[in-house]
């Protein structure tokens, strides 16, 4: 991941942490081995991701749209087709 990914990433972290309670207290900071390898979509946008699926394994996805949606933003803010 580019600095500036890096950079990017850390601010959609710190944009998500305000809007889903529990995640500022994880860390957005990529090890150096992850900054020189492009980001694969499997591994974007952990903190969304957690949220949305835990919201859909506890009340099924009819009930997760607003965490769906936040997952997607995160991902087309990473430069990501959704």
Known sequence: MGRS????HQKIHLFWASKIPGLAATSPAPSDSQEKKPLKPCCACPETKK???????EKG?????HLIEAH???MRALGFKI
């Not at 990914?5 to 990017?8: D, E, I, L, N, W």
Request: proline content about 0%; aromatic content about 0%.
């Open 72 to 74: 997607k933003e995160c």
């Open 61 to 65: 996805e009819e009930h997760c749209g």
């Open 5 to 8: 990914q890096s950079s990017m």
């Open 51 to 57: 949220a949305r699926d835990a919201c859909v394994i």
